[in-house]
């Protein structure tokens, strides 16, 4: 394809970055400097120091300066970056992404930010086709050029809000390490970063090789562990003027142990051990939320925990007129997150009949005394346990080349290159919503007195395992095991390029050289995602009482997969 995703290569005086142009410097040394070449972001075409679009950039220096942790954290500092995600986002996308940092230009969005490494592309850490900047060597990084206006007319529909290319130090002859370690003044979510870094020449300086290594890790920061996570929201006002209230904590219409509150019934909960107590509805009340009370929060982990290793090498030699050169990178990143809780309320309220065998007798002569044979029970489930997100990326990428100096103002250069990432996600603890109904509706055998789940009598669910759902602390861990799994995704990512370009001056005008680009590149990009045999299985009611047909694992959940974890092995 002509005008693929690619940098133009402009020669200009010594190590001088376009910001720098202007500064005063004497004539002499001026004159002795050498020239370079460094990649300017927008174009194809050698224009000099000018370029069609307006390119900002940022040194290493003074990233660093900005923030001496993450490049990508000093990066997202800049207004035009809000909206991008970091890699410990306190939100579910935090596991989505896997501990990733996706920039996002003027809050377009993600998948329309063209990110570059060197003027190429890498391979994608998500579904949306965006790459993870936090793989990028950055103990090699030179400058960050961003450009913000016109980007897709040269790299395409996926530049629409811009580009941003990291420019690597491929010149860079030394050895270096650098090393940090923090802690938070409330002396958790630690942080670490050892980078090493080195370059050397060799063969009389026709060659050079590169090697740049990084291992980081941050703690994850638990839900309660700032009192200002404490569930404030904009809450319906019970004495209006004004409508809207900032109040805490914002809690869900529902309770550890259980909560009756719509029917006859209404405003029942039960305790631990089964007893049953008024249930305080708290202020602020709207269709599900309320304020304080006996309701309960969903809570999420402030932040994720990450750890992450990077190793990127790079080698060229330079035969004369044609340079060749070679790089890869390898990585890792781990991470954990806990989520909610898996909870049942409002529409996904079980389902509760007045012949349940962990009833008492209390409540099934008050459901007679209403004339009721079932109700609703909103149950937070807090005794089952978080679920939690763990997800490990692997990206490896390769790429081979040449820049080929054809004489006069004519170069030729091209590249290969074949990448992959894969992401296993993996939230545990996620209920199966046709075992969690089943288990819910548990009934006496009539044959053997013992307690068991009704669908089993009419040959449905085999090995289900009756819950006892009222009060916190009730269900037993065999009917929690029975009624919780995995939800999986594998996802693999896969990347392969070919490009070639031709650039040169064929003739001169009065007004200076006229400079032609072409190009052709092949790109080919495959994703493919795998789940577990639950997810991919659509459920009917089949035997069950109080459930909704069809039961669509995914639907219901709204995860990408399900597997049990009532045996020791996944499906």
């Not at 402009?10 to 910001?19: F, K, L, M, N, R």
């Not at 949306?128 to 990084?141: A, H, I, K, R, T």
């Not at 390769?398 to 080929?404: E, K």
Request: charged share 20%.
């Amino acid at each position: 394809m002509v005008g693929a995703a690619s940098a133009q290569e402009t020669d200009i005086a010594g190590e001088v970055t376009a910001e720098q142009i202007g500064t005063s410097t004497d004539d002499g040394e001026n004159a002795s400097r050498e020239l370079d070449k460094v990649i300017v972001t927008g174009s194809r075409l050698r224009s000099g120091l000018e370029t069609p679009v307006p390119v900002t950039m940022r040194s290493a220096e003074q990233l660093q300066a900005a923030s001496p942790g993450l490049l990508s954290e000093a990066l997202l500092q800049l207004p035009v970056f809000k909206g991008s995600s970091r890699a410990s986002n306190g939100t579910q996308s935090s596991a989505r992404d896997n501990g990733a940092t996706f920039l996002n230009l003027r809050g377009i969005g993600k998948e329309r930010t063209l990110v570059l490494l060197d003027g190429r592309r890498f391979v994608s850490s998500s579904e949306g086709g965006v790459p993870d900047v936090n793989l990028f060597p950055e103990g090699l990084v030179k400058r960050v050029e961003i450009v913000t206006g016109g980007a897709s007319a040269a790299y395409g529909s996926d530049a629409v809000s811009g580009v941003v290319n990291y420019i690597l130090d491929t010149d860079y002859t030394g050895l270096k390490f650098e090393g940090e370690g923090g802690i938070s003044g409330e002396d958790d979510s630690g942080l670490y970063k050892a980078t090493l870094t080195g370059g050397q020449e060799f063969a009389n300086g026709s060659g050079h090789i590169l090697f740049s290594l990084e291992a980081f890790n941050q703690d994850g920061t638990n839900w309660d562990a700032r009192d200002w996570n404490a569930g404030w929201a904009l809450a319906a006002n019970d004495s209006p003027p004004p409508s809207r209230v900032i109040a805490a904590p914002y809690n869900l219409q529902m309770s550890n142990g259980g909560a009756i509150l719509s029917g006859p019934l209404a405003g029942t909960m039960f305790l631990p051990g089964g007893a049953t107590a008024p249930y305080d509805p708290g202020t602020n009340r709207s269709s599900i939320y309320q304020v304080g009370g006996d309701g309960n929060r969903l809570p999420y982990d402030i932040s994720a925990g990450v750890e992450r290793k990077v190793a990127f090498a790079r080698g060229e030699y330079n035969t004369g007129g044609v340079t060749l050169y070679a790089e890869g990178t390898v990585a890792e990143v781990v991470t954990g997150y806990d989520l909610q809780y898996p909870n049942y309320f409002g529409g996904t309220s079980y389902t509760i009949f007045n012949d349940n065998a962990f009833l008492s007798d209390a409540v099934k002569a008050d459901m007679a005394t209403a004339g009721i044979e079932s109700f609703r029970l909103s149950r937070a489930n807090q005794d089952w346990g978080f679920m939690i997100s763990e997800n490990t990326s692997q990206t490896w990428r390769v790429m081979g080349g040449f820049d080929w100096d054809l004489g006069g103002d004519w170069e030729l250069g091209g590249y290969a290159m074949g990448a992959e990432n894969n992401l296993v996600a993996r939230t545990n603890g996620n209920a199966i919503t046709r075992n969690a109904i089943a288990a819910a509706d548990a009934v006496l055998d009539p044959v053997t007195g013992e307690i068991v789940c009704r669908s089993t009598l009419a040959g449905f669910d085999p090995g289900c395992v009756p819950m006892n759902l009222f009060g916190e602390g009730s269900p037993s861990q065999a009917s929690i095991d029975y009624t919780t799994g995995a939800a999986v995704k594998d996802l693999t990512l896969e990347q392969q390029i070919v490009s070639l370009t031709l650039r040169g001056s064929p003739f001169t005008l009065p007004a200076g050289d006229v400079n032609i680009a072409t190009g052709i590149e092949y790109r080919k990009e495959t994703a493919t995602q795998t789940g577990d045999p639950i997810s991919a299985r659509i459920d009917t009611d089949d035997g069950l009482r109080g459930g909704n047909q069809p039961i669509d694992e995914r639907r219901a959940w709204r995860l990408p997969a399900v597997e049990s974890s009532a045996t020791a092995g996944d499906l």
